[in-house]
């Protein structure tokens, strides 16, 4: 395991390191044209940070005039799709993106590009998300040859549309070119296979300009050297943000809010309504490793019965209107200076009111959770923590808090040692590189070896996964150590020679990298019925969340799965729908070793063990709640390559969904892997750039109070990425 390195693109950190951030309905950023510059050529770059999904559509930027019959714009739409659109003469000339975009954890880059010019009508309207030119659209209208638009022509706006169309977020780094076409290489460029921002050199035409917000007193500045300066609506320096494409800081997590929320400051101040109480956790969580600091400012009135609370609230241990204090897993500082958990108190500190700063010191490694009260520590609250956690805050009717992960400056000094929640200070294994944990690929039955081998040319030991898209089939997993041989996740079948696929129909192919930095391990050993085998699998696990998967190879025999996350003493059978089962004889876990039990018959038995390490591989479990919008939020500190997930109670498919498929978001079809059968077309799910989004209620994914394991492997890690949504799938 490593920290990842300040920035991993070209420029120094404070070039990309300034935003500016607000949700107001009536703040924007205007800039109003001297002159009329060039109406049928040029360019617009902008990096935005989306930090509430929602319902309406949201302006990104945008040029209209007043009747609007005619006008230019960047949008997020009701349905969290990118649209570009050129309205000429009361035509519309829209590009609208297939793909959803609705990843708060992440910084996004846009760049549109009209040449009217141009002879083929594709090449005139152009657009690029995160460096990938889009092609696929759900509606695509070109502007005719030589038309004219309005680039220049009326007010330009950034996150207000008119006055309305208001964005909930945080700009960044802003490029408008007067009469001149870019693409996006000339502002960004892939490191790493991560699409970052680098500086550009080209021209600004005349009416161009540049905003970077780099001085909280001027951020209307434009530093093209045109001196188009823009003018402020409602904002000031209040809404200067350290947040941009450089580090991407934890914010609170609006989303995941009860409906009795208000939020103010760019997101940063939540309030909550009268007669209600909410528990608002931030959208980073804590892995048990590294030292964290935050900072949480009481506004408003303690109304004294609900009263407010600010600590930390386990993974699994979530419900937004109780407490922090009503869970075992929850640990917090209430305002009259009483420490709790699971609803049990203790005299801990001095309370606080209005305007006192609580500073949250929070050591994963060592497991103990300080507080600090305008900057004088309070002592130890609680020792001996372990797992997972989210930073969090409780509060009742008229009472306010305004969380600070790094974005603002801290009123007070963090402890020595200890980091901001950022995603450049999320730790991440010591993989080779990203996307050197998993990756995947669609093709046909005649080219998706190949394909799938490009992907890996330097891995030394993997495992193969194919599955027939298009006809029923059993799966095809082979291991390169058993390069001849495979097996099928469907079916109880000893190993065989490996099938030849089916030339002209879709498969979905995965490599899984088999080595001890990327937590995977795979290994044929020789078990004698009568006595455990204990196979040393040797990888130091990150948390100590280990899954083991366990089958005989030479005769017939069940996948039996272990996993952290099923009732003690029982298992799960990867080749079957089935609930868990009483089986405490079948596979047994234990730190770097897994046993082969001693009740199953001799004979070759393969081994799959994957331990969680952070930013490659995540084991835990969820619960469903019911609904799709918003559903189950799984923390995984990477960007998914491959997700699989199993009811635990239920009789219920193992499903299985991976970013090639689909190639977007929403992550619409899955393939069962206890079956033989074709994929699943619906339960769409997302893949944001540090968790996975369950956008459904289909049973095998989300239902309500029902409990799933799941085992997650990395494309990306999210340090590795500074909170940059890579490749354009998020």
Not at 221 to 237: K, R
Not at 539 to 559: F, H, L, N, P, Q
């Amino acid at each position: 395991m490593f920290w990842p390195a300040l920035l991993i693109g070209s420029e120094t950190p404070t070039e990309f390191a300034n935003s500016i951030g607000w949700n107001a309905s009536n703040a924007s950023l205007d800039w109003t044209a001297g002159a009329t510059g060039d109406q049928k050529t040029w360019t617009v770059s902008i990096w935005f940070r989306l930090l509430d999904t929602g319902s309406v559509a949201r302006t990104i930027w945008g040029v209209r005039d007043p009747d609007e019959v005619n006008h230019v714009g960047l949008f997020l739409t009701t349905g969290n799709s990118i649209a570009s659109r050129a309205m000429i003469s009361g035509s519309s000339k829209t590009l609208n993106t297939s793909a959803e975009y609705k990843d708060l954890n992440a910084w996004t880059h846009v760049v549109v590009a009209m040449d009217t010019t141009q002879v083929t009508d594709t090449d005139r309207h152009k657009l690029w998300v995160n460096g990938e030119l889009i092609t696929q659209f759900s509606t695509e209208v070109y502007p005719a040859q030589n038309s004219n638009t309005t680039a220049t022509a009326y007010i330009h706006k950034i996150g207000r549309w008119g006055n309305d169309a208001n964005m909930e977020g945080e700009f960044a780094i802003f490029h408008y070119l007067d009469g001149v076409v870019a693409d996006a290489d000339d502002f960004g460029e892939l490191v790493n296979g991560v699409w970052v921002p680098k500086a550009y050199s080209g021209s600004y035409g005349a009416q161009g300009h540049r905003l970077d917000f780099s001085d909280p007193a001027d951020l209307g500045a434009d530093t093209s050297g045109n001196g188009n300066d823009w003018t402020l609506t409602n904002l000031s320096s209040a809404n200067s943000r350290k947040d941009g494409p450089s580090e991407a800081y934890a914010f609170p997590n609006k989303y995941f809010a009860g409906n009795h929320t208000s939020w103010t400051e760019g997101l940063t101040r939540v309030a909550v309504s009268s007669g209600a109480f909410e528990t608002i956790r931030s959208d980073i969580l804590l892995p048990p490793s590294g030292k964290w600091y935050w900072e949480c400012t009481a506004i408003g009135t303690p109304d004294g019965t609900n009263v407010p609370r600010v600590g930390i609230v386990g993974e699994a241990e979530w419900d937004e209107e109780q407490g922090i204090q009503a869970s075992a897993y929850g640990y917090c500082y209430r305002r009259d200076g009483v420490a709790e958990n699971n609803s049990v108190s203790k005299g801990y500190g001095d309370g606080y009111t209005i305007n006192d700063v609580i500073g949250v010191a929070y050591d994963a490694a060592a497991g103990k959770l300080e507080f600090f009260l305008n900057g004088v520590s309070q002592g130890e609250a609680y020792t001996d923590l372990e797992g997972w956690f989210y930073p969090a805050v409780s509060c009742g009717t008229a009472f306010i808090w305004e969380m600070n992960f790094g974005q603002l400056a801290f009123s007070h000094s963090a402890p020595q040692g200890y980091r901001s929640v950022s995603a450049r200070n999320m730790p991440h294994s010591d993989a080779p590189a990203p996307a050197q944990t998993c990756v995947s690929a669609t093709d046909t039955g005649a080219a998706i070896e190949a394909t799938l081998a490009a992907l890996r040319p330097s891995w030394g030991a993997y495992i193969d996964i194919y599955k027939n898209r298009s006809s029923a089939e059993d799966w095809e997993v082979r291991f390169s150590d058993d390069g001849d041989n495979s097996v099928a996740f469907n079916t109880d079948a000893a190993k065989a020679a490996k099938a030849t696929l089916v030339g002209g129909d879709n498969y979905v192919g995965v490599s899984i990298a088999v080595s001890s930095n990327t937590g995977v391990y795979s290994a044929e050993v020789i078990h004698q019925v009568g006595v455990e085998t204990t196979v040393d699998h040797g990888i130091a696990c990150d948390s100590g969340e280990v899954a083991a998967i366990v089958k005989r190879v030479d005769s017939t025999g069940d996948w039996f799965v272990s996993h952290p996350g099923v009732t003690p003493d029982r298992v799960l059978k990867l080749n079957s729908d089935a609930i868990q089962t009483f089986d405490p004889d079948k596979v047994i876990v234990s730190g770097k070793t897994v046993k082969i039990g001693r009740l199953l018959p001799s004979g070759t038995y393969r081994v799959l063990v994957f331990a969680e390490k952070f930013g490659a591989v995540r084991i835990t479990k969820h619960t469903g709640n019911g609904v799709n919008s918003p559903g189950p939020y799984i923390w995984s500190g990477f960007e998914t390559e491959l997700f699989i997930v199993k009811e635990l109670n239920v009789v219920r498919d193992w499903m299985m969904y991976t970013s090639s498929v689909t190639g977007f978001n929403p992550r619409a079809g899955a393939d069962r892997m206890n079956s033989d059968a074709v994929f699943v077309a619906a339960n769409p799910i997302s893949f944001t750039s540090g968790a996975v989004v369950i956008e459904t209620t289909d049973a095998r994914l989300n239902t309500n109070n029902q409990d799933y394991v799941t085992i997650m492997f990395a494309a990306v890690p999210y340090g590795a990425i500074n909170g940059h949504a890579a490749n354009g799938v998020l």
